[in-house]
């Protein structure tokens, strides 16, 4: 099982083991980490579940499509590692990976 | 508040499964129960017309958080109860299997249940309507290629229910009782969009036309229509929206007007009581009006702020109400209430391409957004919506035009 830290806008950080195959969205809503609202429920509609791949992880994660773009050019501060990270599956390659949390998601 | 402070809440929807988890963030000590009615914990309801009907997600996959989740919070969870009546002098639940439980502070979400026809024949084997996982499991077993499904009703279940339908290979057919389909919640323009849409699918859409009859020796075979036309089917569901369940509520007593009233904290006019989701009525700042509604977002946003009401966190409702639809390739994202609209702008080629917005106007200010295969215009529609400024009506039709460059910093 991948594991995975979420590090808040504040600097608290929580590490988590998600299952392989599970988004980094379901692994925040399982573990109850604040920061990730999620309301579509991972359908890659509302972008209320934004967070930034910590910089030595960002080339080892597929990259965004589309629609995940489109949204993420509307999030509040976007940045060049934003996603949607109800659309970034957790592998074992992924195991250790960091992942920011924005200040809001709205 | 005291430890041994009881809070049941009623109905394992999307509202209690973002219920539970914030009042244990919030500091409630007290017990916490789960009363169902369901037999499975709380799961997406937006696949079941969709992913899950079309086989590409399990009931697994739609849980909205893993078992695991309840127990770390310590919630008690009883699925497969109705609970019967609300004494509110004693406070208590009590549930048709005699049981009588405590509650300090009890919530609501019972949310809605399919409104039900009566035509004969609505009885027979292969029948449905389409609310919870039991009825899509049902559905489910009579689902196969080239099997001919009618759905009763065009709105946004019936058209996601044909578009998972005609990916499972099937022949489907939408009857629709009023002039168009999604009459009651879009414009013309955008009705016209998805009946093209569903007859270059492959779906049949037949507007104007009244059900009468569902026949069938055992298992159903047709439907007949008022204009005497008649579809072979070997699945009939039945979309024709829902009813809010408020009957407990009233029977206790509590305020109800089309849903049960809650104030901007959540709470109905019991202040022990509190109510989330698709069953309330709630005053809506953004729109000056009481409104119920159908949408996972009400039900996530007002079941944060019962939790925080309950652990004496007081933060006022106040969202602009968004909801979505996916059918095909097509992403409906729909932002505010169009209702009272007096005109449609439209960006894109609504009448050719599959990606176009139309914004809902009244007096110059943006009202509403639909937009398919859109999130920008869906994103800065929100933020266009919430500022309330007047706009131009030729910018927003012009697509080289980011809707981003209207906002007002």
């Given at each position: 099982m991948?594991?995975?830290?979420y590090i808040?806008?504040?600097?608290?950080?929580q590490?988590?083991?998600?299952?392989?195959?599970?988004?980094?969205?379901?692994?925040a809503?399982?573990?109850m980490?604040?920061?990730?609202?999620?309301?579509?429920?991972?359908?890659?509609?509302?972008?209320t579940?934004?967070c930034?791949i910590?910089?030595?992880?960002?080339?080892r994660?597929e990259p965004?499509?589309?629609?995940?773009?489109?949204?993420?050019?509307c999030?509040?501060?976007?940045?060049?590692?934003?996603?949607?990270s109800?659309?970034?599956?957790?592998?074992?390659d992924?195991?250790?990976?960091?992942?920011?949390?924005?200040?809001t998601?709205? | 508040?005291?430890?041994?402070?009881?809070?049941?809440?009623?109905?394992?929807?999307?509202?209690?499964a973002?219920l539970?988890?914030?009042l244990?963030?919030?500091?409630?000590?007290?017990?916490i129960s789960?009363i169902?009615?369901?037999?499975?914990?709380?799961?997406?309801?937006?696949?079941l017309?969709?992913?899950?009907?079309a086989g590409?997600?399990?009931?697994?996959?739609i849980?909205i958080?893993?078992?695991?989740?309840?127990s770390?919070?310590?919630?008690?969870?009883?699925?497969?109860?109705t609970?019967?009546a609300?004494?509110?002098?004693n406070?208590?639940l009590?549930?048709?299997?005699?049981?009588?439980?405590?509650?300090?502070?009890l919530?609501l979400t019972t949310?809605?249940r399919?409104?039900?026809?009566?035509?004969?024949?609505?009885d027979?084997?292969?029948?449905f309507y389409?609310?919870?996982?039991n009825?899509?499991?049902?559905i489910?077993?009579?689902?196969?290629a080239?099997?001919?499904?009618?759905?009763?009703?065009?709105?946004?279940?019936?058209?996601?229910?044909?578009?998972?339908?005609?990916?499972?290979?099937?022949?489907?057919?939408?009857?629709?009782?009023?002039?168009?389909?999604?009459?009651?919640?879009?414009a013309?323009?955008v009705?016209?969009?998805y009946?093209?849409?569903?007859a270059?699918?492959?779906?049949?859409?037949?507007?104007?036309?009244?059900?009468?009859?569902?026949?069938?020796?055992?298992?159903?075979e047709?439907?007949q229509?008022?204009?005497g036309?008649?579809?072979?089917?070997d699945?009939?569901?039945?979309?024709?929206?829902?009813?809010?369940?408020?009957?407990?509520?009233?029977?206790a007593?509590?305020?109800?007007d089309n849903?049960?009233?809650v104030?901007?904290y959540?709470?109905?006019?019991?202040?022990?009581?509190l109510?989330?989701?698709d069953?309330t009525?709630?005053?809506?700042?953004?729109?000056q009006?009481h409104?119920?509604?159908?949408s996972?977002q009400?039900?996530?946003d007002?079941?944060?702020v019962?939790?925080?009401?309950?652990?004496?966190?007081?933060?006022?409702y106040?969202?602009?109400?968004?909801?979505?639809s996916?059918?095909?390739?097509?992403?409906?994202q729909?932002?505010?209430?169009?209702?009272?609209?007096?005109d449609?702008?439209?960006?894109?080629d609504?009448?050719?391409?599959r990606?176009?917005a139309a914004?809902?106007?009244?007096?110059?200010?943006?009202l509403?957004?639909?937009?398919?295969?859109?999130?920008q215009?869906?994103?800065?529609?929100?933020?266009?919506?919430?500022?309330?400024?007047?706009?131009?009506?030729?910018?927003l039709a012009d697509?080289?035009?980011?809707?981003?460059?209207l906002?007002t910093s």
């Open positions: 991948p594991r995975v830290t808040q806008a504040d600097g608290q950080s590490e988590v083991n998600l299952e392989a195959g599970s988004s980094l969205m379901q692994g809503v399982d573990n980490i604040d920061g990730i609202v999620a309301e579509c429920g991972g359908s890659c509609s509302c972008a579940c934004h930034y910590d910089a030595d992880w960002i080339d994660v965004a499509e589309e629609m995940e773009t489109d949204l993420l050019d999030v509040s501060e976007p940045k060049d590692n934003s996603r949607l109800c659309q970034v599956k957790v592998s074992d992924l195991d250790g990976l960091v992942v920011h949390l924005p200040t998601q709205f | 508040m005291a430890a041994k402070s009881r809070c049941i809440i009623l109905g394992a929807s999307h509202a209690a973002q539970a988890p914030t244990r963030q919030q500091g409630w000590t007290g017990s789960m169902s009615n369901e037999y499975a914990l709380p799961y997406h309801r937006p696949p017309s969709k992913d899950y009907l590409t997600k399990t009931a697994e996959q849980l958080r893993p078992a695991a989740v309840y770390k919070c310590n919630v008690g969870i009883t699925m497969g109860v609970a019967a609300i004494d509110r002098s406070k208590q009590l549930l048709d299997d005699g049981m009588a439980l405590d509650y300090d502070k919530v949310g809605a399919v409104r039900k026809i009566d035509i004969p024949g609505v027979l084997n292969g029948v389409l609310r919870d996982l009825d899509a499991q049902q489910k077993m009579f689902t196969g080239n099997k001919r499904a009618v759905i009763i009703g065009g709105g946004y279940i019936g058209l996601e229910t044909a578009s998972a339908l005609r990916k499972l290979g099937m022949q489907v057919t939408v009857l629709e009782a009023m002039p168009r389909i999604l009459q009651r919640v879009t013309p323009e009705a016209a969009f009946s093209r849409i569903h270059e699918e492959g779906v049949e859409i037949v507007a104007d036309v009244q059900a009468v009859s569902i026949s069938g020796a055992k298992q159903v047709s439907v229509c008022h204009d036309t008649e579809y072979e089917a699945i009939v569901i039945i979309g024709v929206g829902v009813i809010p369940n408020t009957e407990l509520a009233e029977q007593g509590l305020k109800i849903g049960i009233v104030d901007e959540a709470r109905t006019s019991d202040e022990d009581i109510a989330a989701g069953c009525s709630h005053y809506n700042p953004i729109y009006r409104l119920r509604l159908e996972v009400n039900a996530l007002q079941a944060s019962a939790a925080n009401t309950i652990c004496g966190n007081l933060k006022p106040s969202a602009l109400p968004w909801f979505w996916d059918q095909y390739d097509l992403k409906l729909i932002a505010g209430l169009s209702q009272g609209y007096t449609v702008v439209v960006r894109g609504i009448d050719g391409s990606s176009f914004f809902y106007m009244r007096e110059g200010k943006l509403a957004v639909d937009a398919v295969n859109r999130p215009e869906f994103m800065f529609g929100k933020k266009l919506i919430m500022q309330g400024n007047q706009l131009d009506t030729a910018q697509d080289s035009l980011s809707l981003k460059t906002l």
